[in-house]
């Protein structure tokens, strides 16, 4: 059974870059039926997409991020990471990585999230 | 993209029918077929309910069910149990490999 588990730092200084890697186990990332995708709750909010990557490299981002968003994938490490550069408390949040159907476009399996936040 | 339009609220009685509405355009939920709902309880992660409008996926029980309308796509739960109290969030693909979310409704079990 596929599970993903997120890591990084849980505390980021407004101006620096949120660094945030997923980690899969139990499936291969290199599979290529399904895209890697990252998903923010804000604090007692909706759910936001940031965007999802493909085994091959190949990404698509939330055109509201995109400025400030790379998701990078080690399938040697079978793990994908997440950058938001520039951080403000506004990026505050908890932050999940999910598998993502390549045909029907949902997500089937979500990590338990971590949350990060913005503060000097 | 803007996020699609869910009400805030609905609310039912154990047995009762809910439907929750996630409203978008032609650009996402009107012009595909891939609209999902996420169930959320606190503190969880969300757990797919819904794919492609109508679809459960395996576990899923079958008092969920969903179907879409031109720019609308709907989520109605069946036979409110208590445990079915919890946020719903609605997804459509929304061209250009971009997936949108909506706002969430919170389902309160009377």
């Known amino acids: 059974q596929v599970q993903l588990r997120e890591s990084g730092p849980g505390l980021v200084k407004p101006s620096q870059t949120l660094s945030l890697t997923c980690t899969v186990s139990g499936g291969s990332i290199s599979s290529g039926a399904y895209y890697w995708s990252w998903i923010r709750q804000h604090p007692g909010k909706g759910l936001e997409w940031i965007g999802y990557i493909y085994f091959t490299g190949s990404t698509s981002y939330n055109p509201s991020l995109k400025s400030r968003v790379i998701i990078s994938v080690d399938t040697s490490k079978n793990q994908f990471s997440l950058k938001l550069s520039s951080v403000t408390a506004a990026d505050t949040a908890v932050y999940y990585c999910a598998r993502d159907d390549l045909e029907d476009y949902y997500m089937d399996v979500w990590g338990r999230g971590t949350t990060v936040t913005v503060s000097s | 993209q803007s996020a699609l339009t869910q009400p805030p609220s609905a609310s039912g009685s154990p047995g009762q029918s809910v439907t929750i509405s996630c409203t978008g355009t032609?650009?996402?939920?009107?012009?595909?077929?891939?609209v999902s709902w996420y169930q959320q309880h606190p503190g969880k992660a969300p757990k797919v309910m819904i794919y492609?409008?109508?679809k459960r996926p395996s576990g899923v029980p079958d008092r969920f069910s969903g179907s879409k309308s031109g720019n609308t796509a709907s989520l109605t739960v069946s036979g409110l149990q208590a445990e079915d109290e919890a946020d719903y969030y609605c997804?459509?693909?929304?061209?250009?490999?971009?997936?949108?979310f909506g706002g969430g409704t919170k389902l309160t079990v009377l």
């Open positions: 492609e409008v109508s």
């Open positions: 997804t459509s693909y929304a061209g250009s490999n971009n997936l949108v």
């Open positions: 032609s650009s996402d939920v009107g012009g595909y077929n891939y």
